[in-house]
């Protein structure tokens, strides 16, 4: 009689270990696809970021130094001096009030005081999802990596708070002239900055910072003594 030892594998039992070892692989390439887009999220979220804070960082430095100039020291606002002190050429900033997509200002890039010169006209904007640069009046740059990150946001918002200066002044203000006197402007400035990822769609991020200029505006002059 010949013995059950040597009998191979049936077809079901050959079928039904094949569905066992499919079911096996497809779980395994499963487990090792989904932990490869997690690599890729996480890398897409990393470089997203990165790119996003460098130019974050990039804007704030330079709006930081927005209004500084030569003249600074000496147009200083002193409470005895007689008349308002020296308007600063590069004090202005666009959009001054309004939030905007886009901000110019200017700061001396000379230890001489002069006229602000075009190569010291600088701004941000944000144009076709990239965020530019512009150095020198005309000149735009690109900031952000087109091929990393789309820039979806891009605001500026700036503030200003008004501190009269009027009870620093030898004479004192009238009661019937409310606007008298110096006011010193101290501006802020609030960057919103988004973006998702070109390589990995759904990654989107987006950073928020306040800048306070150090450059203060001082406008106004006190009474003269009658």
Known sequence: MRGHAGRGFTLLEALAGLAIGLIV???ATAFALGHLRDDQAAWARSRLLRELRMASDVVAHDLRRAGHWAGAAPAAWRPAA?????A???????????????????????AVPRPVADDERLGFR?????????????RWQALTDAGSVVVTEFTITPT??????????????????????????????????????????PVERLLRSVVRLRNDVVAGACPQAS
């Open 25 to 27: 692989v497809t779980a």
């Open 82 to 86: 007689s008349g308002a002190p020296p």
């Open 88 to 110: 600063n050429p590069y004090a202005a900033l666009a959009p001054d009030a309004a939030a905007s997509d886009a901000v110019q200002f200017s700061y001396a890039s000379s």
């Open 126 to 138: 944000l144009r076709g999802g990239v965020v530019e640069m512009m150095l020198g009046a005309g």
């Open 160 to 201: 200003v708070e008004r501190i009269p200066l009027r009870s620093l002044c030898p004479t004192a203000c009238p009661a019937s002239a409310p606007e008298c006197g110096p006011v010193q402007s101290v501006r802020s400035v609030a960057i919103v900055l988004g973006g998702r990822s070109v390589a990995h769609p």
